[in-house]
């Protein structure tokens, strides 16, 4: 059936919204609403959901996990150990937890890497939101072992079928400091065959740029290009530390960056991250979370805010990156290099968005919506969510969200021994 | 009627709290349940209330009202010639609808520094949290202006008849460049002899350091110990930029300091401050939201989480501002300055508390109860708000909340008219 918002505020004015199938038909006042879903939007503005462009979903069971902690201590002695206790049924509901999650805070697609993704993908369908899944990959910078990355494509080419409306896949060499430059060639040339993207780490530490001039005399950015690892199907993730010459191959190359502040911060990676200079050179930024071991939500409105805040700390200048250009790079910047015509609220679009409710102290006064929304609010105001044409999400419950929450907590406990 | 709320988490213990009068009775389980209101909270952790040391209450009224623009600007165009409009009732709704944004972000004692102190003493007893409401004052750096402050300050005499369990008065000149030196002399003396803190802005950019430098040859910080305005009586809003040898005079005269981190972010006055220095010197750290005027909400757990991060972010070093500190910070360390018996749950102390839902995304799995609250949480997990013994929220709604927000409306709309 179709769906009738009526009089919700857009843009700064009361209108209709009518959903038809899974695309926005129509935004205009006064609607008919014959044989419509009704939704009373009077107390509301709708405003676009997020995509969350740099993920590692089914970590969401280790949220809160070994905080505070030294990055390798983190990684040596509560992550990698517990990781060998992955398996299928975790997995599946690891990704539900981190769906819902991103359902109650406005997000209804995001762009992962991580491993056992036809079940990932199962969780994914079953919620009812989008995801790009990025099959991990690692040669422990040995083009020798080619042969078991080869062997895990194999595999993949099963997983590819599973594509549809809700999933996509994509290829994940982990790093540049795990995978050599032969395979990441040879990992691009196989995503380019079957127009799938590229998503990969890249630039997030001091250390991993030292490293790569120490072994190959080239940034990370120059490593990449030289393996042909860079195009505009290509999206990197962190780029922390970059030079002025990095910057111009990313424009060159038309690569997509994606910003995760929240993990960079909280790791203690830095926060040199050179917003301005990379939207100058005309380069597309994405925002992320990163997974819940190292940000501990998944809540893409606080994410956005904190990249607004630390970019005007950074560079002493209240005007960088305003409110509309914040809320792109979470929302329509994303969607674009993932091919989803979501993002925005306009007629045509597919029927991704957000009601939030106007009557709560965040838009308390009114003065700009999107200010309150992404500065003020949280997701306490996000009532309802509409993804593909479906509502997922009314007075702010998801239907099965306590049985969610409960085998989650089963699967952590088999998760995590040490 | 006592309170007794059972089967509560706190410290990663199942437990019971009795409430008695103002205080928490009594922390143990099963406590005897005759003749008190119950509160089941099976599902829910019991946590200590924000104390957030730095506000301007009733610019409230300004929230995301000239949103990334430069300082100056702002200020000239967006909030002076606005604040010139400000009456008795604008002040008195504007102070209700931040107390009620308060309560629903789990803060439950703040220290403000405005005007008509009266009015916002009656909105703070009204809503019943706690409130340390300074008096702000200027002389343009004039000393010969001091008879127009000692005129405000015979006003002050019978606000001062107001002070109970819930409101007490402080003394707030503004900052040293709009405060001369001989006064500050004068308001510190003034506030010592009735027992008054002073409540400043110090440091708060390089420019005003640059300016006391050029002008009288010292910091900021060494300018106020010159004029004898630091004590352990003194709570200073900022200290972005503080040296060595700063950091040595607060920790001498035991003065506080209050981190803004999103407003010292979001109006670009940079992200300097050193928050491990000063702990490490014995310097009591406390923290603020500044208001929502230049930092658009009061939301203490999401400030919290931003200093952490920051800190983290500009150290490099994961390790910096663990979670227990930072919670401290944003509680006790207030609290003790301000001479309220409370910020921590525990028998004897002030009942003044929150309880918050565990069967949400953000706390599952719950690992570790402070991180989720901290780093995963927002406020739509707060269910529960006690202060003084009286429950002022249940079910994330505070009684009479919906005319609050339509006065606030209507006062913004009579304050902001340029």
């Given at each position: 059936m179709?769906i ?15 959903i038809?199938g899974n ?14 879903e ?70 209804t ?18 919620m009812g939101i ?35 409306d809700h ?183 597919l029927a991704d ?32 969510l509409i993804c593909n044409g479906k509502v997922l999400m ?25």
């Amino acid at each position: 059936m179709d769906i009738l918002i009526k009089d919700v505020l857009l843009n700064d004015q009361r209108t209709d919204i009518l959903i038809s199938g899974n695309r926005i038909a129509k935004i205009s006042p006064n609607i008919e609403s014959s044989g419509c879903e009704l939704i009373n939007a009077s107390g509301m503005a709708a405003l676009p959901t997020f995509v969350n462009m740099h993920t590692h979903i089914p970590m969401t069971l280790f949220r809160g996990y070994g905080d505070d902690l030294p990055l390798q201590q983190w990684l040596n002695t509560k992550i990698w150990p517990n990781e060998k206790n992955l398996d299928e049924e975790i997995i599946y509901w690891g990704t539900k937890l981190g769906c819902l999650e991103m359902i109650k805070t406005g997000t209804t697609c995001f762009s992962d890497m991580y491993f056992f993704l036809p079940q990932e993908a199962q969780a994914v369908k079953d919620m009812g939101i989008r995801a790009v899944l990025g099959l991990s990959l690692f040669d422990g910078c040995n083009p020798d072992n080619l042969p078991n990355v080869k062997k895990e494509l194999e595999q993949f080419e099963q997983t590819l079928a599973l594509t549809d409306d809700h999933v996509q896949f994509a290829i994940s060499p982990h790093a540049p400091y795990t995978v050599s430059g032969p395979t990441y060639q040879y990992l691009k040339a196989y995503a380019n065959e079957r127009n799938l993207l590229l998503h990969t780490h890249l630039a997030e530490t001091q250390g991993e740029v030292d490293n790569t001039l120490r072994d190959f005399g080239l940034t990370p950015v120059q490593h990449l290009r030289k393996w042909k690892a860079l195009d505009s199907r290509s999206t990197l993730a962190h780029c922390v530390y970059l030079s002025d010459d990095d910057i111009k191959i990313l424009a060159d190359t038309g690569a997509t960056v994606t910003h995760n502040p929240n993990s960079n911060l909280k790791l203690g990676s830095g926060l040199n991250f050179r917003y301005a200079d990379l939207v100058k050179a005309g380069v597309n930024v994405t925002l992320g979370t990163d997974g819940c071991s190292s940000s501990n939500n998944l809540d893409m409105r606080e994410a956005t805010k904190i990249a607004s805040l630390v970019q005007k700390g950074r560079t002493l200048e209240p005007t960088v990156m305003p409110i509309g250009e914040a809320l792109d790079m979470a929302t329509v910047n994303g969607a674009k290099v993932l091919g989803i015509d979501m993002g925005r609220v306009t007629e045509g679009a597919l029927a991704d968005l957000i009601l939030v409710n106007l009557k709560t102290p965040a838009f308390t006064p009114n003065h700009n919506t999107l200010s309150n929304w992404i500065y003020a609010a949280d997701s306490s105001v996000v009532d309802t969510l509409i993804c593909n044409g479906k509502v997922l999400m009314r007075g702010h419950h998801v239907d099965g969200e306590e049985e969610i929450m409960e085998q989650a907590i089963k699967m952590a406990k088999r998760l995590i021994t040490v």
